[in-house]
C-alpha cells in the first residue's frame, strides 16, 4: 500500500512539473491555435507589407508561444466573429473585440488585455466640438461595433451611416460625406496621427475593455489564455508590446 501511494504521488508530482514548465501544451490546447481577426483597425491589426500587424497580433502571437501552440490565422469582417467563434470555424477572435454584456451572453471573454473606448473624428476643418454638435448630422460607424449601438441610444437624433470596414468609415468623413465618425479611441488616434487632415474630439465617449473571445464549451482554453496572459505580463512581454504600438507605459 506505501508504494502504491508512492507511486501515486511521484506520478502526481511529475505531472504538475512538467504542466508548469514553458512551452509545454496542454492538453486543452490545440496543436495550432485558429483564430480570427478583421486586419482593418491600425494599429491593433492591419496588413503591413503582406503580413499581418498591430498590437492584436503581436499579444495573440506573445500567448501562443508561452502556450506552446502556434497560431493560424483566419481574416473575416468583424461582424462574423462572434459567428463564426459560435459555428467553431476558429478557436477564439481576437480584434479590438469590447467585452460587452451582449456578446458575453453567447461568448466568453479572456481577462481583459487592453483598456480602450468610444471617441468621434472628425475633419480637422470641420467646427464640430462635441458631439452634441452632431446631432442632425451624418455619423459614420462600422457594422457589428458597439459604435453603432451607442449612437442608437446616446444620439437618436445622429443619422448613422453603417459600413462594412473601417477604410470606408474613415473615408466617408474625409469626402465629406459623412460629418464624423465614432470608432475606437486607438484607432482614430492612429489616424490622425498618419493622415493629414483629421482630428479626435477631446472627450472621450467611452470606456471599455478588450477581450479575447473564445466559446463558452471550452472553458479550458480559457483558463489557458488567462494563465498565459499573466505569464507575459509578469515577464515583460506584454509591457514591450504595447510600448512599440503606444509608446507608453504597459496598462
Not at 166 to 185: H, P, S
Not at 209 to 215: C, H, L, N
Amino acid at each position: 500500500m506505501k508504494l502504491h501511494r508512492l507511486l501515486a504521488l511521484t506520478c502526481l508530482t511529475l505531472a504538475t512539473t512538467f504542466a508548469a514548465l514553458p512551452g509545454i501544451a496542454s492538453a486543452q490546447v490545440p496543436a495550432v491555435l485558429r483564430v480570427a481577426t478583421d486586419a482593418t483597425f491600425p494599429p491593433m491589426e492591419f496588413s503591413q507589407d503582406g503580413a499581418r500587424a498591430g498590437f492584436d497580433i503581436d499579444v495573440m502571437n506573445a500567448l501562443a508561444k508561452t502556450m506552446g501552440t502556434r497560431v493560424e490565422w483566419t481574416d473575416i469582417d468583424f461582424k462574423g466573429l462572434i459567428p463564426g467563434l459560435i459555428a467553431h470555424r476558429f478557436d477564439a477572435a481576437i480584434s479590438a473585440i469590447y467585452i460587452t454584456d451582449e456578446r458575453s451572453k453567447v461568448v466568453d471573454f479572456v481577462e481583459p488585455y487592453y483598456a480602450g473606448g468610444l471617441v468621434a473624428l472628425v475633419k480637422s476643418t470641420s467646427p464640430i466640438k462635441t458631439m452634441a454638435d452632431l446631432n442632425g448630422k451624418k455619423v459614420s460607424v462600422q457594422v457589428g461595433t458597439k459604435s453603432v449601438n451607442f449612437l442608437r441610444d446616446n444620439y437618436p437624433q445622429i443619422t448613422r451611416v453603417e459600413v462594412e470596414k473601417n477604410q470606408e468609415m474613415f473615408d466617408l468623413v474625409g469626402i465629406g460625406r459623412a460629418d464624423g465618425a465614432v470608432t475606437g479611441k486607438p484607432a482614430a488616434l492612429q489616424l490622425a496621427k498618419t493622415r493629414p487632415g483629421f482630428r479626435v474630439l477631446d472627450k472621450q465617449l467611452t470606456t471599455e475593455e478588450y477581450g479575447i473571445a473564445v466559446r463558452k464549451d471550452e472553458p479550458e482554453l480559457k483558463t489557458a489564455f488567462n494563465a498565459a496572459l499573466g505569464k507575459i505580463k509578469a515577464d515583460g512581454t506584454y509591457a514591450a508590446i504595447v510600448k512599440k504600438w503606444f509608446g507608453a507605459a504597459a496598462q
